[in-house]
């Protein structure tokens, strides 16, 4: 897997904050943000799931079918 390396800024509270949890649990900073994002990706993953379905529930989107889908896209 492919690892860019990226420069971001953040609050000095924060930096502070993962400093401290990197030195407790003796992993490396970049590790620990990496995680951190991927659960924060979960969680907006559901928020946008439960948006979508609430939109469906009050009829502002409508599904189409697996066989519409395909007809559209001649396979």
């Not at 003796?26 to 659960?39: F, T």
Request: glycine share 6%.
């Amino acid at each position: 897997m492919e690892r860019p390396k990226v420069t971001f800024t953040i609050d000095k509270n924060i930096l502070i904050e993962l400093d401290s949890i990197a030195k407790e649990l003796g992993q490396k900073k970049s590790h620990i943000v990496e995680q951190a994002l991927e659960l924060y990706f979960d969680t907006v993953d559901a928020i946008i799931a439960d948006g979508r379905l609430d939109r469906l529930a009050s009829g502002k989107d409508k599904t189409i079918s697996a066989e519409e889908v395909w007809k559209e896209l001649g396979l």
